[in-house]
T-cell receptor
Framework: AQTVTQSQPEMSVQEAETVTLSCTYD???????LFWYKQPPSRQMILVIR??????QNATENRFSVNFQKAAKSFSLKISDSQLGDAAMYFC???????????????FGKGTKLSVKP | DSGVTQTPKHLITATGQRVTLRCSPR?????VYWYQQSLDQGLQFLIQ???????AKGNILERFSAQQFPDLHSELNLSSLELGDSALYFC????????????FGEGSRLTVL
């Protein structure tokens, strides 16, 4: 079974600085998706960024980028120029890529709570 | 707006009672997923339906059941409620060709007193 591990329960960053959140996963599959979801105090789940395992290029979305190391099974999220609105719980998630039918569920890590200091 | 609608948004009930949570997926999405998030915890997968059929089960209690109807909406039934069932229940949907992303509703917050 696949597992996702976030080893940092809490992180803190100064406004305008850069922070990196760590995520490792375990799988025997070769094709899958990785995601970072953000959950602000409103509790809504918001997709931050996605990475397809077959793509070697790291995904980037504005101030958010990932460092995807497939061999090491590592998927970290870098937030540049941190803003107060980035304060939230961040969840790393894994999903199998099943092109034959319905795709599997998302497997989440336990989350990292990010605080942003003004 | 994710396009996934969940009702009710908030629900307060007593131990031993039964409640039903409803989810309407995004238009055209065949897969529906239910997740439970207890206070300050991660999201635990409960169950998945695909086009009306149960596709995968996670850590779903026997007191809980779900179904997906022909119009693709889904209901999660929670019975013999206990204090520990208090949580945020998320529904999510997905379709093919969307890069694997799950689209989440805003959740139904259940409080059992």
């Amino acid at each position: 079974a696949q597992t996702v591990t976030q080893s940092q329960p809490e992180m803190s960053v100064q406004e305008a600085e850069t922070v990196t959140l760590s995520c490792t996963y375990d799988t025997s599959e070769s094709d899958y998706y990785l995601f970072w979801y953000k959950q602000p105090p409103s509790r809504q789940m918001i997709l931050v960024i996605r990475q397809e395992a077959y793509k070697q290029q790291n995904a980037t979305e504005n101030r958010f980028s990932v460092n995807f190391q497939k061999a090491a099974k590592s998927f970290s999220l870098k937030i540049s120029d941190s803003q107060l609105g980035d304060a939230a719980m961040y969840f790393c998630a894994y999903r199998s890529a099943d092109y034959g039918g319905s795709q599997g569920n998302l497997i989440f890590g336990k989350g990292t709570k990010l605080s942003v200091k003004p | 707006d994710s396009g996934v609608t969940q009702t009710p948004k908030h629900l307060i009930t007593a131990t031993g009672q039964r409640v039903t949570l409803r989810c309407s997926p995004r238009s055209g999405d065949l897969s529906v997923y239910w997740y439970q998030q207890s206070l300050d915890q991660g999201l635990q997968f409960l169950i998945q339906y695909y086009n009306g059929e149960e596709r995968a089960k996670g850590n779903i209690l026997e007191r809980f059941s779900a179904q997906q109807f022909p119009d693709l909406h889904s209901e999660l039934n929670l019975s013999s409620l206990e204090l520990g069932d208090s949580a945020l229940y998320f529904c999510a949907s997905s379709g093919r060709g969307w890069g694997g992303e799950l689209f989440f509703g805003e959740g139904s917050r259940l409080t059992v007193l």
